[in-house]
């Protein structure tokens, strides 16, 4: 399964609202995953099961979808959330595939 | 306090081997699925291989073969033997923990929890 990202980059100022959108070669109902990775650093997971927040991730964070169109929209852009987000399936046990990332650099 | 510290990495040349430890801490590795995930420089994510609680292992095409996942009960830790190795094997390689969501007869995974990573560097 493929999973495509959409920007591949972008620029935007604290307190934005940001859009990320990912789409999946095929319906994976809701095993969609979202992960945030900042440089030098380990991959943190934001949302799984396309809208659940994970424990101690700030609630400015949302997940929605299903099936093969998904976004992750952070309602009030931090200085900290300047990194690279990536999207991921887990419908095709064992062999999840992961989005190319989504950038998001300070305007 | 769950964490993962990898260990093992460094420079290797083109068909030799090296084996990457995850040592963990706060959980037991045996009753939890557990990932290793790599990332060439500048690159993004590539799920690598897995073995369920129950010992069965997988591994994507690109690595089958070649790696063997691997794990010691009574250290708490996870492995990662490679061998035969290339340059396009040249990453940062990351131990994960695997989660998973209930969603009635359902279960979805995700990878809950990470390792700070090892650097294997392959070059002559």
């Known amino acids: 399964i493929q999973m495509t990202q959409s920007p591949s980059s972008l620029s935007a100022s604290v307190g934005d609202r940001v859009t990320i959108t990912c789409r999946a070669s095929?319906?994976?109902?809701?095993?969609l995953n979202w992960y945030l990775q900042k440089p030098g650093e380990a991959p943190k997971l934001l949302i799984y099961?396309?809208?659940s927040l994970q424990s101690g991730v700030p609630s400015r964070f949302s997940g929605s979808g299903s099936e093969t169109d998904f976004t992750l929209t952070i309602s009030g852009l931090q200085p900290e959330d300047f990194a690279t987000y990536y999207c991921q399936q887990s419908h095709s046990t064992p062999t999840w595939t992961f989005g190319q990332g989504t950038k998001v650099e300070i305007k | 306090e769950v964490q993962l510290v990898e260990s093992g990495g460094g420079l290797v040349q083109p068909g030799g081997s090296l084996r990457l430890s995850c040592a963990a801490s706060?959980?037991?590795?045996?009753?939890?699925?557990m990932s290793w995930v790599r990332q060439a420089p500048g690159k993004g994510l590539e799920w690598v291989s897995l073995?369920?609680?129950?010992?069965?292992?997988h591994y994507a095409d690109s690595v089958k073969g070649r790696f063997t996942i691997s794990r010691d009960n009574s250290k708490n830790t996870l492995y990662l033997q490679m061998n035969s190795l290339r340059a396009e094997d040249t990453a940062v390689y990351y131990c994960?923990?695997?989660?998973?969501?209930?969603?009635?007869?359902?279960?979805?995974?995700?990878?809950?929890?990470w390792g700070q990573g090892a650097l294997v560097t392959v070059s002559s």
């Open positions: 994960a923990r695997g989660g998973v969501h209930i969603v009635g007869v359902t279960a979805i995974p995700f990878f809950d929890y």
């Open positions: 099961a396309a809208s």
């Open positions: 706060g959980f037991t590795v045996s009753s939890n699925t």
């Open positions: 095929q319906s994976i109902s809701i095993y």
């Open positions: 073995i369920y609680s129950g010992g069965t292992t």
